[in-house]
């Protein structure tokens, strides 16, 4: 049997604007003079600066390793790696625990400011001058003019550096 024909006219359906600009969490932290955010998705958890044993012949942007209940995690000075300028350890000096894909890494920051939500639309791409050679792992800003904030791809930033080292070194690690 056929069901009764509805008479009434058929709402087209709509995407509500949450699915077609969800908003995503980000991180938020400096390193140096400058603002920088990762997804929260990547960060396991934040600490306070911890005892790093030092690895010799680690690239240079390697401070060393860090013994997290069982676990040795790298760590990966970001002051270093985006080459800003040198300041001693201070009380706001955080380690975000990371994970790229099923690896984990501690990344030194300065401070760790606070988590925010922006929708996905008012994430920018980032200017063509910084993303082909100069600077691949900023892939976008958001923030205001006065407060900008790059957002970092943290596996690019780390294999370019990777790679740039084992050229250097002649592939002995």
């Not at 509805?6 to 603002?35: K, M, Y």
């Not at 680690?58 to 790696?81: K, N, Q, T, W, Y």
């Not at 001058?129 to 800003?141: D, W």
Request: glycine residues 6%.
């Amino acid at each position: 049997m056929r069901e009764p024909l509805s008479l009434l006219p058929r709402r087209p359906r709509t995407e509500d604007s949450a699915t077609r600009d969800p908003l995503v969490q980000l991180c938020c932290f400096a390193v140096g003079r400058e603002e920088y955010v990762i997804d929260i998705m990547r960060v396991e958890e934040i600490l306070p600066p911890q005892r790093v044993i030092p690895v010799p012949r680690a690239p240079s942007f390697v401070e060393g390793m860090l013994h997290l209940r069982g676990a040795l995690l790298p760590v990966v000075d970001l002051r270093e790696r985006l080459m800003t300028t040198e300041a001693p350890p201070s009380p706001k000096t955080r380690l975000l625990v990371c994970l790229l894909g099923r690896r984990r890494l501690a990344l030194r920051v300065d401070r760790v400011s606070e988590v925010v939500r922006v929708r996905r639309s008012e994430i920018k791409p980032a200017p063509a001058l910084l993303s082909p050679g100069r600077a691949p792992f900023v892939v976008g800003v958001c923030g205001t003019m006065e407060r900008p904030r790059l957002l970092l791809d943290i596996k690019t930033l780390l294999r370019a550096e990777v790679e740039r080292e084992s050229k250097r070194t002649g592939g002995a690690t």
